[in-house]
């Protein structure tokens, strides 16, 4: 269930967009959701959650469990997505919402593997790179990924800067064989 991503999530997510820039509160939501796709994270949490035995008291209780302090528009939205049976929406909803805030706070999340950790002043000298390359505050995930051999790879949104050995390698033994032909 974590990871799939529905066009239902993306509209319910703009919503609440609505809400928190005209409430101010994008990270109150932020915590929300992110409390509703730990809850929603497995099939079997989705059908506990809207079972019709499970009272809309009892069904708060859980909620407020899981998040301590949850603003009454918060919890009803769970209870809207509990009643529409769309619980299982959680993570995409919060996906789609995270994508949003960031938007909203013009940051961009890039990961980037490389064979060996990154130390302090590279981590922090790539950050001040790509936030220059694309205008934006960069949030930054770095993953030891030993099978790129050496280089990095740097993947922001949907773009991929592949400046791997093993992509290097990759081409040099395709022009290889064509050459050869």
Known sequence: ?????????????????EIARADGSLDEWQAALET???????????????????????????VRQAQDGIGTKQLNLFRLLRSKRRMALGASIA??????????RNVARATVRTVVELDDERRASLERRLAEQTGKQVAL??????????????????RLFDASTRTRLQNLRRDLERASR
Not at 1 to 17: D, F, N, P, S, T
């Open 36 to 62: 509703l796709a730990m809850l929603t994270e497995r099939r079997q949490f989705v059908d506990a959650l809207q079972a019709d035995g499970v009272t809309d008291e009892q069904f708060a209780n859980v």
């Open 1 to 17: 269930m974590a990871g799939a991503r529905e066009i239902a999530g993306r509209r319910y997510a703009l919503a609440v967009m």
């Open 141 to 158: 995930e770095a993953i030891v990924d030993p099978s790129i051999l050496g280089g990095m790879t740097v993947r922001i949104g949907d």
């Open 95 to 104: 996906s789609f919402y995270h994508e949003l805030v960031d938007e909203e």
